[in-house]
């Protein structure tokens, strides 16, 4: 094997060892993030899932099905209070 090649090698696997070395720091960073980003997930799920409930909700109060829903759950209640 000539000098120069030798040399070349040389070049490729130090500079190979320096980017599998780049590539590891920055997997085991992403790693820790991510660890540490979970420790609030499940208040912004739970925040999520009643801003969802909210939208649904008003949605249903202004459509001509909120009135509907709650002229029947009116009359039900009237019901069982006046069987009692």
């Known amino acids: 094997m000539s000098d120069l090649m ?3 090698s040389v070049q490729t696997k130090l500079v ?3 980017v599998s070395e780049a590539l590891t720091g920055y997997v085991r ?3 820790a993030r991510v660890g540490r980003d979970e ?3 499940d208040l912004v799920e739970y925040a999520g899932i009643i ?3 909210a939208i649904i909700i008003g949605a249903i109060g202004i459509s001509p099905l909120g009135s509907l ?3 029947t759950i009116s009359s039900k ?3 069982i209070v006046n069987n009692k």
């Open 39 to 41: 420790s609030g997930q």
């Open 16 to 18: 190979l060892a320096g």
């Open 77 to 79: 209640i009237t019901s």
């Open 69 to 71: 829903i709650g002229n």
């Open 29 to 31: 960073s992403l790693a």
């Open 51 to 53: 801003i969802l409930v």
């Open 6 to 8: 030798l040399h070349k």
